[in-house]
């Protein structure tokens, strides 16, 4: 595709349900990040990949969240026993190799938790 | 750490008028600074970059270092620059952003 595609676009769970939250990076990025945005803030980092490698996973809340990318392109977080307080938009962007590349947006899995 | 604070939520101004979206950041190191834009309905995509130094859309955003800020600036708004606009930093070796809460541009006819 041409560009990050993140899916479901939305997803209603009930409390103590897993969810997975799939994103498809530009074809050949090698850096793929996950960041959560809460209503009436901006994005906050979750965790990142170089490749298959996860390299920082200091945003992730808790244990409940977890990532994986284990080919190096589609990249899945998971949350389990989900709770209300994880309702957020769940935010994925790649970007190629080097320091200075721009990194794009997919449009985000609105998850909400009832 | 670092932080990005931008103090407006909410910024309103009439077609043709000249607007500035404050941003200011905390970081003791050489820090990259960015604007990103959501338009209605759209993803979340880079306006501009400060190391770039370039006018994107009529949108200028110089870096001051002495009083830390990033302000976007356009002298003439037009409707369609209506969006959410977030600031965001980069610091160091770390390749992830921190953004700041965002503001929302209106721009009236």
């Known amino acids: 595709g041409a560009g990050v595609s993140q899916s479901p676009r939305y997803k209603v769970t009930k409390r103590g349900q897993d969810v997975a939250l799939r994103c498809d990076p530009i074809?050949?990025?090698?850096?793929l990040y996950w960041y959560r945005q809460a209503l009436g803030q901006g994005p906050e980092f979750l965790t990142y990949f170089n490749y298959e490698a996860q390299q920082d996973k200091s945003g992730l809340p808790n244990d409940r969240f977890s990532a994986e990318r284990p080919e190096g392109s589609i990249s899945t977080l998971t949350i389990q026993r989900t709770e209300q307080r994880d309702s957020a938009m769940y935010r994925c962007?790649?970007?190629?190799?080097?320091?200075?590349?721009?990194?794009?947006f997919g449009q985000g899995t609105r998850l909400t938790v009832v | 750490a670092q932080r990005v604070t931008q103090p407006e939520k909410l910024l309103s101004v009439f077609k043709g008028a000249p607007v500035e979206l404050k941003c200011n950041y905390s970081?003791?190191?050489?820090?990259?600074l960015f604007w990103y834009v959501q338009y209605s309905r759209q993803r979340l995509q880079l306006l501009l970059r400060?190391?770039s130094r370039e006018s994107i859309k009529g949108f200028t955003a110089d870096l001051n270092k002495g009083e830390t800020s990033f302000h976007l600036k356009k002298p003439f708004a037009q409707e369609e620059d209506s969006a959410m606009y977030y600031c965001?930093?980069?610091?160091?070796?770390?390749?992830?952003?921190?953004f700041g809460s965002g503001t929302q541009l209106t721009v009236l006819p």
């Open positions: 074809s050949g990025h090698v850096s």
């Open positions: 970081y003791s190191g050489s820090p990259e």
């Open positions: 962007a790649s970007s190629s190799q080097g320091s200075n590349t721009e990194a794009f």
């Open positions: 965001a930093l980069r610091s160091g070796s770390a390749r992830q952003l921190t």
């Open positions: 400060h190391i």
